[in-house]
C-alpha cells in the first residue's frame, strides 16, 4: 500500500529559484491538503483542495500555488524560493467528511539558501 | 475558528510508568479530535480519533484517550509506556462539515529505559 507518495524527499534551492513537489494519493480519497511543518509551530496548511476541480486557501498560502491535476494528484509550486520557505512539507488526503481520518506522506525536506 | 494546544513542550517519563500527553481545543461546533504521532524524519501516523459515541477511545500500539467536552480536553494517554514511544505527538481538530485539520504544536515524548 503507496498511501500518499510525495516527491522529492530532499532538495536544496537557492533564493528565488522555482520548484514543484508532487503528490499522489492511491486511496481514492476526494480531498487533498499541503502543510508545513517549522519547530514549535505544528503543522500549517497551505492549500487544500476539497475535491477534483477546487482549491483553495490556508492559513499560509502566501508564496505557493497548488495544481488539482486530476483525483490522485496535487502539487504545490514555489514561484521564486525565499529563505523562509525553509520547512518540512506534507501531503495529505482524505475521504472528504469531517470524521474521517487524513492520511499523510512521508515529507518533502526544503531548505532554500 | 478552530484551535489546539498542547501546553507541554515535553513530556519525560520511565519506561513503564503512565504517559499522558495533555490536549485541550476550542470549537465553535461539534468537535472532530485526533492524535498522530511523528517519529523522526518521517511522515505523521494516525493513532485514534473521536467523533462521537463513547468518551474514552482506544487506539494504535495501546494508546487510549478521552474526551471531556466540559473540559474540552482530549488527553492521550498509555498505562505503561516503552522506549519505542519516544516521538513527537500531536493533536488535532476538525469542526463538523469543515475540510481543514489544524493542530496542535507538538509535544515531545523521551520514555527512558
Known amino acids: 500500500n503507496a498511501g500518499v507518495t510525495q516527491t522529492p524527499k530532499f532538495q536544496v534551492l537557492k533564493t528565488g529559484q522555482s520548484m514543484t513537489l508532487q503528490c499522489a494519493q492511491d486511496m481514492n480519497h476526494n480531498s487533498m491538503y499541503w502543510y508545513r511543518q517549522d519547530p514549535g509551530m505544528g503543522l500549517r496548511l497551505i492549500y487544500y483542495s476539497a475535491s477534483e476541480g477546487t482549491t483553495d486557501k490556508g492559513e499560509v498560502p502566501n508564496g505557493y500555488n497548488v495544481s488539482r491535476l486530476n483525483k490522485r494528484e496535487f502539487s504545490l509550486r514555489l514561484e521564486s524560493a525565499a529563505p523562509s520557505q525553509t520547512s518540512v512539507y506534507f501531503c495529505?488526503?482524505?475521504?472528504?467528511?469531517?470524521?474521517?481520518?487524513?492520511?499523510f506522506g512521508e515529507g518533502s525536506w526544503l531548505t532554500v539558501v | 475558528a478552530q484551535s489546539v494546544a498542547q501546553p507541554e513542550d515535553q513530556v519525560n517519563v520511565a519506561e513503564g510508568n503512565p504517559l499522558t500527553v495533555k490536549c485541550t481545543y476550542s470549537v465553535s461546533g461539534n468537535p472532530y479530535l485526533f492524535w498522530y504521532v511523528q517519529y523522526p524524519n518521517r511522515g505523521l501516523q494516525f493513532l485514534l480519533k473521536y467523533i462521537t459515541g463513547d468518551n474514552l477511545v482506544k487506539g494504535s500500539y495501546g494508546f487510549e484517550a478521552e474526551f471531556n467536552k466540559s473540559q474540552t480536553s482530549f488527553h492521550l494517554k498509555k498505562p505503561s509506556a516503552l522506549v519505542s514511544d519516544s516521538a513527537l505527538y500531536f493533536c488535532a481538530v476538525r469542526e463538523w462539515e469543515d475540510y481543514k485539520l489544524s493542530f496542535g504544536a507538538g509535544t515531545t515524548v523521551t520514555v527512558r529505559a
Open positions: 495529505a488526503s482524505s475521504d472528504g467528511s469531517s470524521g474521517n481520518t487524513i492520511y
